[in-house]
């Protein structure tokens, strides 16, 4: 039986989202979500770029508009919602937290691979010494061992975390290797387990069930599924089955509607629909932000983009190693000519 008062959910649209729209948000887009989910009720706000703190580069994809302007409007806006960021070391570094906290974000996700948790034990502890909640993020888990994970985890409790995501990043896994991690967790940890879902293999709604019934009391979702692939676990779907469950999270089931039909909908440049670049991804196990950029690589070099998906997945390439898309692309190119 979950009880239903622990279940938190944030909502990453205006993170995970921004990968979709290719980080190109606007302030008054954002706030005009941002309001809309704040009277729906929706508990946390995650908002930076798609590649979380500092990611708007040439290598991730420039920000239309400063993530700090746009932390600041979501705060501006929010009368009981709290606003969240990602942090990815090596990308992110305390600074922007140390800013993005003096704007008012109340938790941050720091975020590793999850073979790499000790990169974020200096980011734990300073958002902890600055009042954040401060959680662990440790994407790409459908590639690790259950041993695995559950050790990496334990090093982000260790440096302070209060909760530790389990992210399948890649949409690649199933509700079976979901309730086997969460429950791994679960009975490991002093802290709280989250998940994060994404939906390459149209699974997400049900990974996140599962989920939630090991234990899971941190989720994420996505309104409209707007998010990196084919999206995250859909928000105001979300809501609505939990409510035929019975759990009751306190977030208006029609204003989440509301907010997908009339706010977010009109915004998507495309559907997210699972196609077969974000399928095929969920089936090489690729992190999820890796689509656009293998589809951008693909007509450069005259390739199928599903070619490059499935090489990378091969050489278990991780986020933060974008600039490896191109080799591949190039070095498959390369093949190619040499079979003509």
């Not at 290598?59 to 606003?83: F, P, R």
């Not at 990043?169 to 802290?191: H, T, W, Y």
């Not at 809501?239 to 029609?254: E, F």
């Not at 656009?292 to 998906?309: K, M, S, T, V, W």
């Amino acid at each position: 039986m979950v009880e239903n008062k622990l279940i938190k959910l944030t909502e990453v649209c205006l993170r995970d989202g921004s990968h979709a729209v290719a980080h190109q948000f606007t302030e008054d887009q954002v706030r005009n979500i941002v309001r809309g989910l704040d009277d729906a009720g929706m508990h946390y706000i995650e908002v930076s770029h798609g590649d979380g703190l500092g990611g708007s580069t040439i290598q991730y994809g420039k920000s239309l508009v400063d993530e700090m302007t746009l932390i600041e409007a979501a705060v501006d806006e929010c009368k009981k919602s709290k606003v969240a960021v990602l942090l990815i070391p090596g990308i992110g570094t305390i600074n922007e937290l140390k800013q993005a906290h003096g704007l008012g974000a109340k938790l941050v996700r720091v975020a590793t691979h999850s073979t790499e948790a000790d990169v974020s034990a200096q980011h734990i502890a300073k958002a902890r010494e600055l009042g954040m909640e401060a959680l662990g993020f440790l994407m790409m888990s459908h590639s690790v061992s259950v041993e695995k994970l559950v050790e990496q985890a334990k090093l982000m409790e260790s440096y302070g975390a209060e909760a530790v995501y389990v992210t399948d990043s890649a949409g690649a896994m199933l509700p079976n290797d979901v309730r086997e991690k969460i429950k791994a967790l679960r009975q490991s940890l002093d802290i709280e387990v989250g998940f994060h879902a994404h939906n390459n293999l149209s699974v997400a709604v049900a990974n996140t069930i599962a989920a939630i019934e090991e234990g899971a009391t941190r989720i994420d979702g996505s309104v409209r599924c707007l998010g990196a692939g084919a999206g995250n676990t859909q928000t105001e779907v979300l809501v609505a089955v939990l409510d035929r469950m019975g759990i009751d999270v306190g977030i208006d089931l029609y204003k989440m509607m509301d907010v997908a039909e009339n706010i977010v909908g009109p915004i998507i440049p495309g559907s997210q629909e699972i196609r077969k670049g974000s399928l095929v991804m969920g089936y090489a196990g690729v992190y999820s932000s890796f689509l656009l950029h293998a589809e951008r690589a693909g007509r450069r070099f005259g390739l199928d983009p599903r070619d490059i998906l499935v090489e990378l997945g091969k050489r278990k390439a991780i986020g933060g190693q974008e600039d490896m898309i191109l080799d591949v692309a190039a070095e498959l190119a390369k093949k190619d000519e040499m079979r003509v």
